[in-house]
């Protein structure tokens, strides 16, 4: 079985720009979450979609959203970029039935200049 | 919103000893208790769960426990591996997302 998969693994931006990543969830899960890893700061939740609806979003401001399409992928799209936004977006799924167990993607490591 | 703690941040263990980390959290609705193994430059990797139903959980060589009346809950690693050494990450969720500690960098010497 095929795991959470990411795209781009790296990514760099110049500080205004607009990021768009990318999230496959494993096969049968309904459910989507994004966190940033910062150093220093952990893992923190970002958003949680499930079944093609925003459900959830943790402390973070409105440039930071996403969508979730019919066959489950979702996007993170980050806009107006600040250097502070510099970090690993992991993406996690799980299945609806025990929605908080969850499996990581390998992430994105995006880089703001 | 929940807070969890987590303590030590680092952790320095001969192989073979045995390891604890210990986490406290702040909101008693919450009930899944994940812990989470992420070597360097790598996914963080589910190694052990337990729901607020039940107050031990064992496998192998990884065990938790769960206090739900003092809200703190740790991971044991005993016989511990070279292999072991990683960051691990305890969380706290009311069923969606996870509320993480901020890790503890374990490093087993052989």
């Known amino acids: 079985e095929a795991g959470v998969t990411q795209s781009p693994t790296h990514l760099i931006k110049t500080r205004g720009q607009q990021a768009t990543l990318r999230c496959s969830p494993i096969s049968g899960h309904t459910s989507v979450y994004w966190y940033q890893q910062a150093l220093g700061l952990g893992l923190q939740f970002l958003l949680w979609y499930d079944e093609g609806e925003e459900r959830n979003r943790g402390n973070f401001p409105p440039r930071f959203s996403g969508r979730q399409f019919p066959n489950y992928s979702s996007e993170l799209n980050v806009n107006a970029l600040e250097l502070e936004d510099s970090a690993l977006y992991l993406c996690?799924?799980?299945?609806?039935?025990?929605?908080?167990?969850?499996?990581f993607g390998p992430g994105t490591r995006l880089l703001v200049l | 919103g929940e807070n969890v703690e987590q303590h030590p941040s680092t952790l320095s263990v001969q192989e073979g000893d045995s390891a604890v980390i210990k986490c406290t959290y702040s909101?008693?609705?919450?009930?899944?208790f994940p812990w989470y193994k992420q070597e360097l430059g790598k996914r963080p990797q589910l190694i052990i769960d337990?729901?607020?139903?039940?107050g031990e959980k064992k496998d192998q060589r990884i065990a938790v426990t769960l206090n739900k009346t003092a809200k703190h809950f740790s991971l044991h690693i005993t016989e511990t591996q070279p292999e072991d050494s990683a960051v691990y990450f305890c969380?706290?969720?009311?069923?969606?997302?996870?509320?993480f500690g901020k890790g503890t960098s374990l490093l087993v010497t052989p």
């Open positions: 337990i729901r607020s139903n039940v």
């Open positions: 996690a799924s799980s299945p609806t039935d025990t929605r908080g167990t969850q499996y």
């Open positions: 969380a706290a969720s009311m069923g969606y997302a996870l509320n």
């Open positions: 909101d008693s609705a919450s009930n899944y």
